[in-house]
Nanobody
Framework: QVQLLESGGGLVQAGGSLRLSCAAS????????MGWYRQAPGNQRELVAS???????NYADSVKDRFTISRDNPKNTVYLQMNNLKPEDTGVYYC????????????WGQGTQVTVSS
């Protein structure tokens, strides 16, 4: 089993910054992909950013040049630095990890709320 502990959400004014963290614990390690998704009220869950174990990084067009994803493989932790936040970034942010050893899977965190006021 895998537990994902997310932290770092909150309320911030437009133009501000937040840093999200997601630490994976349990009996599975070496995840192939670690990333973040978000879901705004009334919208589908969408990919924000992802990073593979080999270093390939993918961003949603709406967050490029503002958000930075990074991962600490020995700590099984993924981070999302969010700068110049906009009201449209508001939503619940979910950590997602895929793959892993010794048992591959697809795991989700419980989500952390990010609210950006104008």
């Amino acid at each position: 089993q895998v537990q994902l502990l997310e932290s770092g959400g909150g309320l911030v004014q437009a133009g501000g910054s937040l840093r999200l963290s997601c630490a994976a614990s349990g009996s599975v390690f070496r995840f192939d992909v670690m990333g973040w998704y978000r879901q705004a009220p009334g919208n589908q869950r969408e990919l924000v950013a992802s990073a593979t174990r080999g270093g390939y990084i993918n961003y949603a067009d709406s967050v490029k040049d503002r958000f930075t994803i990074s991962r600490d493989n020995p700590k099984n932790t993924v981070y999302l630095q969010m700068n110049n936040l906009k009201p449209e970034d508001t939503g619940v942010y979910y950590c997602n990890v895929q793959g892993g050893w010794p048992r591959s899977g697809d795991y989700w965190g419980q989500g952390t709320q990010v609210t950006v006021s104008s």
